[in-house]
């Protein structure tokens, strides 16, 4: 199993950037999928995840400003930030608690990160 993000970059302090998350292998099912980020000399810490039953949770610093969503067709999970500030600029990075096909066993996987930095 894979889990290929991307959509980072940089960008202007009020702007907006969508990141992309993808899981592939084989997987029978995603029971959860969330992004989490690293800012330099900070712990890594949940920016916002979606159940498989579409419940979603979010950091209060990103409430009203970051929209989740995940397309389940196609193990795909989305984080679109609006009104980016300074303070958002980290490593974003992809997480999934998924089941492979044949094993009973719920397994944590993590994508490669992705970049973000706002800035003027």
């Known amino acids: 199993v894979q889990l290929q993000a991307s959509g980072g970059g940089l960008v202007q302090p009020g702007g907006s950037l969508k990141l992309s998350c993808a899981a592939s292998?084989?997987?029978?099912?995603?029971?959860?999928m969330g992004w989490y980020r690293q800012a330099p000399g900070k712990q890594r810490e949940l920016v916002a995840a979606?159940?498989?039953?579409?419940?979603?949770n979010y950091a209060d610093s990103v409430k009203g400003r970051f929209t989740l969503s995940r397309d389940n067709a196609k193990n795909a999970l989305y984080l679109q930030m609006n009104s980016l500030k300074p303070d958002d600029t980290a490593i974003y990075y992809c997480?999934?608690?998924?089941?492979?096909?044949?094993?009973?066993?719920?397994?944590?996987?993590w994508g490669q990160g992705t970049q973000v930095t706002v800035s003027s």
């Open positions: 979606i159940t498989s039953d579409g419940i979603t």
């Open positions: 292998g084989s997987i029978f099912s995603i029971k959860f």
């Open positions: 997480n999934a608690h998924l089941w492979r096909r044949g094993v009973d066993t719920l397994e944590d996987y």
